[in-house]
């Protein structure tokens, strides 16, 4: 295979693909705020670094990125599209490949953000149960955190979430030319330290009423000038090429194995029953099982 870029190939070359593979990987990232030293596309990057190599270990191709969703970050070059928009657009994209013979879909986020996450999930399980066609197409949302996280660094007190420590290391070690660590700065150091310990601290909800009924006001905290939440004085390029080598391997393992089932399952028209299927998705620093 020339390469594993899907939008480098042409017409012949993915109809000749589609002959003996029938796997792409769809990353997806936003443009968003990451502190003074990373650059607005830091989870575009995030998305398609891993992407190619997970690509690598699978030997399959990769759709160009959808680079929006939402953020909920409002410094300037942020971009925040609704979720409900993002998952219209990836619904769209799963069964526009569906429809040219793609069988297993593998989508794979850059971005953390629970809102958009958790939206997509339920956007394409409703979209697989509305459109039969897609019922043999196995889609998959991987992420690097479930399969490898490094031990706790006793030199912090709280986590490492957004324009820390790793996502600097990914840059330092895949994009070095877009980390500009001579302009780091944090905000305020109690601020800092307390978005450190909770990513939605950044939000100031407000009601007119008190009651619980009321559909609050979000606002990021005007307070915040900087927004990295985590140690990004903590990164090396070292660090960065383990975050993604020590996850990508068994992610790799799992998907094949996945779908070698899906195949065989397809084959023999069995189906694997899911008893009161659950949504996980990220909260904050807490995760909430969502019932499907």
């Not at 270990?57 to 070059?77: E, H, M, R, T, W």
Request: aromatic content about 6%; charged content about 25%; some cysteine.
């Amino acid at each position: 295979m020339r390469t594993h870029a899907m939008g480098e190939m042409t017409v012949k070359e993915i109809r000749e693909y589609l002959e003996h593979n029938k796997t792409i990987i769809v990353p997806y990232g936003v443009v968003e705020q990451h502190g003074y030293h990373l650059p607005l596309s830091m989870d575009i990057h995030n998305a398609e670094v891993p992407a190619y190599k997970l690509a690598e270990k699978l030997d399959c191709i990769v759709a160009p990125p959808l680079n929006y969703c939402f953020s909920g970050g409002q410094l300037p070059g942020t971009i925040n599209v609704r979720p409900t928009t993002f998952c219209a657009m990836m619904c769209d994209i799963v069964e526009s490949l569906a429809s040219q013979g793609f069988e297993n879909i593998l989508i794979y986020p850059g971005h953390g953000g629970s809102e958009s996450l958790a939206q997509l999930k339920e956007a394409l399980r409703i979209l697989k149960w509305l459109n039969k066609s897609l019922e043999a197409t196995l889609i998959m949302i991987l992420r690097r955190g479930d399969h490898w996280r490094r031990e706790r660094d006793p030199r912090r007190t709280g986590g490492d979430f957004h324009a820390g420590d790793s996502e600097t290391s990914l840059m330092l070690a895949y994009r070095p030319h877009l980390v500009q660590m001579d302009q780091l700065e944090l905000d305020e150091p109690e601020l800092a330290e307390r978005m450190r310990h909770d990513q939605d601290a950044y939000q100031l909800c407000t009601t007119l009423s008190g009651a619980k009924q009321e559909i609050p006001t979000t606002r990021q905290r005007p307070e915040i000038k900087v927004g990295v939440m985590g140690y990004p004085e903590h990164a090396t390029a070292e660090r960065g090429i383990e975050n993604v080598e020590k996850a990508i391997a068994p992610m790799a393992e799992m998907v094949k194995k996945a779908i070698a089932a899906a195949d065989e399952n397809r084959r023999s028209g069995n189906r694997i029953e899911v008893k009161s299927p659950v949504l996980v998705v990220e909260a904050g620093s807490k995760e909430i099982a969502v019932k499907a």
